[in-house]
């Protein structure tokens, strides 16, 4: 038999983890199993009951539930009450499940049935309006990222399994860009939401040449009207700030004080088939 899990000679619970998907690429999920140079110490961490994507096994019992995905049909709902349920914790993973993510595109048409027929054509399926997790149950957590970081959900379960409280950076993607020693990507002609995106990815994009499309949602303070005049000072317009701030959801409000501007100003946003 192993040893029982210790810290500081503390003994610690080894609690229960399922994990489970809603409508999601699964990407956060495939994350975790990506990591193998530490996959072992995780497993250690943890007792994993129920992970579709990793094993056959399923258990209805389990004190931990990270659920990816955001509610995108009725028979979710039901399933995401279930979940929450049988959970003592329940984590929203990745930005699906946090603000709706890139699924939550589908909610800039007003006309569903013109939305299924585009994509499904003749075969149209059961759909509607997307929502993050918290609109239908508590959650007690939020991993934010499309995908997540593997790094910080290893983190942020080892805070809960040794009892620490967990925080999330409150500084925005700058700082961590700046520390990575990036040249800022306006400056070779490419926008960015860094400015106004919760740090916690360590810059994942810029620091591979690509701007940050926000897909953590904003910073504590976030300043988007400095960041729109950063944008104009760089050449970007409306319709480019828009399309980020619109791309995974954790913007929404952002991206509804660009659309409607002062009536004094001009914007290039199209939105919403009527
Ligand atoms: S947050 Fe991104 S990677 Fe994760 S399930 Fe949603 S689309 Fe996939
Ligand atoms: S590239 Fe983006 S994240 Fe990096 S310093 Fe410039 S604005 Fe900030
Ligand atoms: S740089 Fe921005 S878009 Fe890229 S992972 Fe970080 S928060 Fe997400």
Not at 141 to 162: A, Q, S
Request: hydrophobic share 35%; net charge negative.
């Amino acid at each position: 038999m192993s040893e029982p899990l210790s810290y500081l000679g503390v003994p610690l619970a080894r609690p229960k983890v399922g994990f489970f998907e809603l409508s999601s690429c699964e990407g956060c999920q495939l994350q975790l199993l990506n990591n193998e140079a530490t996959l072992l110490d995780f497993l250690n961490l943890v007792e994993i009951v129920n992970f579709r994507e990793g094993m056959s096994e399923r258990a209805d019992t389990y004190d931990i539930a990270f659920v990816e995905g955001s509610v995108t049909r009725k028979d979710e709902i039901a399933r995401l009450t279930e979940i929450r349920k049988n959970a003592k914790i329940l984590v929203a993973l990745g930005s699906c499940a946090c603000f709706g993510g890139v699924n939550q595109l589908k909610n800039r048409f007003r006309d569903l049935d013109w939305v299924k027929k585009e994509v499904y054509g003749d075969f149209p399926i059961e759909t509607m309006e997307v929502h993050p997790l918290k609109d239908f149950v508590q959650v007690d957590l939020e991993i934010f990222g499309c995908p997540i970081k593997k790094e910080e959900v290893e983190r942020i379960v080892t805070d809960l399994v040794v009892g620490k409280a967990v925080h999330h950076p409150e500084y925005p993607v700058c700082m961590e860009c700046k520390a990575n020693e990036n040249i800022c990507l306006f400056e070779l002609g490419e926008p960015c939401l860094g400015p106004v995106t919760r740090a916690g990815c360590d810059s994942w994009c810029t620091s591979n040449r690509r701007g940050c499309w926000g897909c953590r949602g904003p910073a504590e303070g976030a300043n988007l009207k400095q960041l729109e005049e950063i944008m104009h000072t760089y050449g970007f317009s409306s319709e480019t700030i828009l399309d980020r701030l619109e791309c995974f959801g954790g913007f929404a409000s952002f991206a509804d004080a660009v659309r409607s501007p002062s009536p004094n100003k001009k914007t290039t946003a199209r939105r919403k088939k009527s």
